[in-house]
DNA sequence: TGTACATCAGTGAACGCGCGTTCACTGATGTAC
DNA sequence: TGTACATCAGTGAACGCGCGTTCACTGATGTAC
């Protein structure tokens, strides 16, 4: 009762201190948070326990260990993305559908270097995990249909993505890499803008 | 004297084995294998060492610190890469030479997943090392060559790379690490050969 | 409505680990005279 | 050709660190009767 005063906690009912009410969300967010400021070598599963005013020990309850917690945190991520492809398509002109989504991933990229590295580094995550896979997919998904023209994906048996769609998106990848690892730096600002409207060519489109 | 006699080394000249005779090579070669056999997060400066058969103190005399020995590092795989894009290049018909230069570079990120991934992030190595720069510059300059079909890159002041070159270079960068990270895995095999057949689309040949 | 009890979700101390780096040192080498 | 000496390139012990994980434990909650 006497600890944690100053630690925000998100609780369902009262102040009772010894359960926290919400631990597994919280600690996602905290390692959100480290990823932000500190980067992927920051980041520590001590440090989230720390953050969120519990014992080194509690979130093994949650998530058995370190990549359990990345993993989440990664698949909360593509969510995220998901999101703001998705409010990207809706907003654009049909003619001028995938450019936007590309900006909206370059954006994305650019706001969350950390949360998008540790997204696709295999090392630090649990990959067979069914939600990451989902998360993945579904973000993927957006992308395809920006990218083809479809209303909305057809809901048959699990395709083969076509070799244009992989192109567009591995364009985007690579330019959204390459701009974080400040491979592009020394070229102009407008040079990722440039290289987004030139997706269309390749989506065949 | 009676130490480290089954640790192969480098020698100039004879036997006596309180000078290694050539540390920093050797310390580079040992890096490379490390990341090699136990991948980036398996890298330490401390192992190194120990498989050059030197104390843990020896490398600072040589790099400074442990991104000094990893930058160094990055510098002779971008110098590999460089060496495989021309070689790719020149074995090419006139009409193949980006597929080439294309299909070389995927390569050597399969071949060498965790040096690729060293070469580009930043958190680990000094970037604004002239040697690493230079190293980079020049594997970009090939790609370039094979994407504008120049001979040999007319050697006039420093220019900005043109938005299709960049764009090209991206969706092969972005197919690299894909694969690398496993997100084409349900693909088919021949999907980034495909991939990379569409180069030329954008590149503009 | 009250009580017994199982289960859940925490504690906090302790473990062993390998790491990067510092330190005072010393052996080997090469150069000036 | 011989010697003194500066410099270079190592040693190895020690430092403090933060980490992930384990352990026996305990407080709070919810359910069966």
Redesign the pocket.
């Known amino acids: 009762m006497k ?2 005063l100053n630690t925000v906690k998100i609780q369902a ?2 102040d ?1 201190t ?4 919400d ?1 597994r969300v919280a600690l996602v967010s905290a390692a959100e948070a480290i990823l932000a400021e500190r980067g992927v070598t920051g ?5 989230a326990a720390r953050r969120t ?6 979130p ?3 998530f058995g ?2 990549r359990g917690l990345l993993t989440a945190v990664a698949a909360k991520g593509f969510r995220k993305l998901t999101d703001q492809l998705n409010s990207a398509l809706q907003k654009a002109t049909k003619r001028a559908r995938l450019e936007a989504v590309g900006e909206a991933y370059l954006e994305f990229a650019k706001r969350n270097p950390a949360l998008f590295t540790i997204m696709w580094t295999r090392d630090l995550l649990d990959q067979s995990d069914p939600d990451y896979l989902a998360a993945g997919r579904a973000a993927f998904n957006v992308l395809e249909r920006a990218a083809t023209g479809e209303e909305i994906r057809v809901a048959t048996a699990p395709h083969r993505p076509s070799s244009s769609v992989v192109a567009a998106w591995a364009m985007l990848h690579g330019l959204a890499r390459l701009t974080l690892d400040g491979a592009l730096d020394n070229a102009g600002p407008e040079l990722a803008s440039e290289v987004i409207e030139l997706m269309p060519k390749i989506a065949g489109r």
């Open positions: 600890k944690n009912v009262a009772s010894y359960h926290h009410g631990l980041f520590s599963l001590r440090e005013g519990v014992s080194p020990a509690a093994s309850h949650h260990d370190s």
